[in-house]
């Protein structure tokens, strides 16, 4: 279980996607490499809040 702290209240509904940039180049008989050139980070939270702020 992760320590529970205000940073990890903070992200409740936090998600991190990651969206990789770059090509596959077939390998025969079956198979390729995959050759990531980039990787795009995208974080969204919800900003949910309960009560009077």
């Known amino acids: 279980m992760p320590k529970l702290d205000a940073l990890f209240s903070s992200m409740g509904e ?9 090509a596959v180049e077939p390998i025969l ?3 390729g ?5 980039k990787i795009g980070i995208y974080v ?3 900003f949910d809040y309960n009560g009077a702020q």
């Open 14 to 22: 936090l998600s991190i996607y990651a969206i990789p940039y770059g």
């Open 29 to 31: 008989p079956k198979g």
């Open 33 to 37: 490499l995959i050759k990531i050139k």
């Open 44 to 46: 969204k939270d919800s």
